[in-house]
């Protein structure tokens, strides 16, 4: 279940705050940010399992490439929503 809730904060969420943000008039980059913060959350708060730490040092490296996969989801969602706006 901690998967699947980490892959709908790591793809459909980002997407979804870009869009939000850009139809509040805000810029992208707060969607991306939303989005982030959910992704680190969704990642680190499931229960670890028996003699594991929560977070380990190569799980950063994991985690900085997911934002910016994350941060570049919300930039498309807003992108998305502004060229729909204009055709419409």
Known sequence: MAEV????????????????????G???????LVA??????A??????????SRLVAGDLVFLLIVALVVA???WLGARLVGRFARSA
């Open 5 to 24: 809730l980490f892959v709908l904060a790591a793809f459909a969420l980002p997407i979804l705050a870009g869009a939000a943000a850009r139809l509040l």
């Open 72 to 74: 570049g989801l919300a």
């Open 26 to 32: 805000r810029p992208w980059w707060w969607g991306a």
């Open 36 to 41: 982030v913060v959910v992704m680190l959350v």
């Open 43 to 52: 990642a680190i708060a499931p229960e670890p399992e028996e003699g594991e």
